[in-house]
Nanobody
Framework: VQLVESGGGLVQPGGSLRLSCAAS????????MSWYRQAPGKERELVAA????????NYADSVKGRFTISRDNAKNTVYLQMSSLSPEDTAVYYC?????????????WGQGTQVTVSS
């Protein structure tokens, strides 16, 4: 199983970035996919999640209206489009895949990608 994030980097306040997470080694289209982030000295927090077929999404209040999660099940990839970025969005962003099958939970994480918002 692999989740490989990309697209992070340094961006100025007010700018935009799109993160990608390429998945392999499991049946991507059956998993709920999420983006989490962890800022220095803070706990990891859920940023956005999307159901397996992409029909439902949810967002942290702090990113609503600025971030959009989407997925392409044909490409086994989940995206996080981030706009109107602020320094408070600076964190390592992690991709997560989660599913429950016959009572067993499956929970996979990527290695993270750094997003730094600074002038």
């Amino acid at each position: 199983v692999q989740l490989v994030e990309s697209g992070g980097g340094l961006v100025q306040p007010g700018g935009s970035l799109r993160l990608s997470c390429a998945a392999s080694g499991f049946t991507f289209s059956t998993y709920r996919m999420s983006w989490y982030r962890q800022a220095p000295g803070k706990e990891r927090e859920l940023v956005a999640a999307i159901t397996s077929a992409g029909g439902s999404t949810n967002y942290a209040d702090s990113v609503k209206g600025r971030f959009t999660i989407s997925r392409d099940n044909a490409k086994n990839t989940v995206y996080l489009q981030m706009s109107s970025l602020s320094p408070e969005d600076t964190a390592v962003y992690y991709c997560n895949a989660y599913n429950i099958v016959v009572g067993w939970s499956y929970d996979y994480w990527g290695q993270g990608t750094q997003v730094t918002v600074s002038s």
